[in-house]
């Protein structure tokens, strides 16, 4: 299970990345736009600028341009430091990622959608349903095609990186046994609403008077993974070191249904509902099937490498922001998130 209460739309640094001087060189743009050949040059105001007429009057593309930098531009900014940061990372260690590994990071999202974790005896929903729930989620979320295409990349890059680091990584048998405990312990489930503030704490409460927790969480929660799905996550053991240890704390303290006051953990608030609890299986660690239980210790490590390499790559990005508003944007919000 990944850590699923961390947010994963977009990168989860707790500072701003290091800025280069005004003086450094500036690096090409990975994807720069380019007029076609010969095509007349598009000067602010002018003819070849029209993007639109209306009533006669001209709407100008270069105002547009404008507009979506400054309302937009942060946002698609930070997407794309990280998936620069990201390729540059996977050249340096010569790993190469193809549309294949794109379309399996798309692949993966549609699983956990149409995966039933309440009833694990349930089918899968079928493909046309996932799809469908995506659409929606990207709707509800505000999130365009494009936007989800460039974030299936960075996750696909940062995958190969993580698993090619975990590749290295000895496992122990303390890792297995550790592994066994979450797998056979007795387990609970939640569901989680993640918010920003403690205005949104009241707000998602006012809302929970009249709405059920799972219409809520996909309303109001700011986890664009759990939101899909209503807020659940995964069944969890209380030794599960990749749950927060209030998370487990307060999960285990819940009766079935109850809903936690806010608790403030990585950043973000939480409120949590216990949905189910699960005994623990009678299987002893001599009997458990090891190759099962190491493959499973290695997708938890590369699934956590990955979720703590984005903060990273990030964070030690050397950037240097050109456009005088967008770059006050952009250094304001890092500089919060200190």
Not at 104 to 129: C, Y
Not at 212 to 231: C, H, I, P, Y
Not at 311 to 333: M, N, S, T
Request: glycine share 4%.
């Amino acid at each position: 299970m990944e850590r699923a209460w961390e947010s994963v739309g977009r990168p989860p640094t707790p500072s701003a990345p290091a800025t280069r001087s005004a003086d450094a060189p500036a690096r090409p743009a990975a994807a720069a736009a380019t007029a076609p050949a010969g095509s007349p040059p598009q000067v602010a105001g002018s003819r070849n600028d029209v993007l639109a007429l209306v009533n006669g009057e001209p709407i100008y593309r270069s105002t547009l341009l404008d507009l979506l930098v400054e309302c937009h531009g942060e946002k698609m900014l930070e997407a794309l430091i990280l998936l620069t940061a990201a390729r540059q990372k996977a050249a340096s260690m010569s790993v190469t990622v193809g549309p294949a590994d794109i379309q399996a990071a798309h692949e993966d999202a549609l699983r956990r959608l149409a995966t039933p974790f309440i009833n694990p005896d349930q089918p899968p929903l079928d493909r046309a349903t996932a799809e469908r729930l995506l659409r929606e989620f990207l709707t509800a979320k505000n999130i365009s095609p494009r936007e989800w295409d460039i974030r299936m990349e960075q996750r696909a890059i940062i995958a190969r990186i993580a698993a090619a680091e975990v590749a290295r990584t000895p496992i122990t048998e303390e890792m297995l046994r550790s592994r066994f405990e979450q797998d056979y312990g007795e387990k609970v489930q939640i569901r989680h609403i993640q918010l920003s503030s403690l205005a949104q704490v009241t707000r998602a409460r006012a809302l929970l008077a009249d709405k059920d927790f799972e219409l809520v969480a996909r309303q109001m929660s700011e986890n664009e993974l759990t939101a899909s799905q209503g807020g659940l996550i995964p069944p969890f053991t209380r030794n599960d070191t990749a749950v927060p240890p209030l998370i487990r704390e307060t999960a285990f303290s819940l009766q079935v249904g109850e809903v936690s006051t806010a608790i403030q953990e990585l950043g973000h608030y939480q409120l949590i509902k216990l949905e189910r609890r699960f005994p623990a299986d009678g299987v002893s660690f001599d009997k458990a099937d090891k190759a099962q239980l190491r493959a499973r210790v290695v997708d938890r490590l590369a699934r956590q490498r990955a979720e703590d390499l984005e903060g990273e790559l990030f964070r030690d990005a050397a950037v240097d922001v050109r456009d005088a508003k967008l770059g006050a944007q952009f250094r304001e919000k890092n500089r919060i998130r200190r």
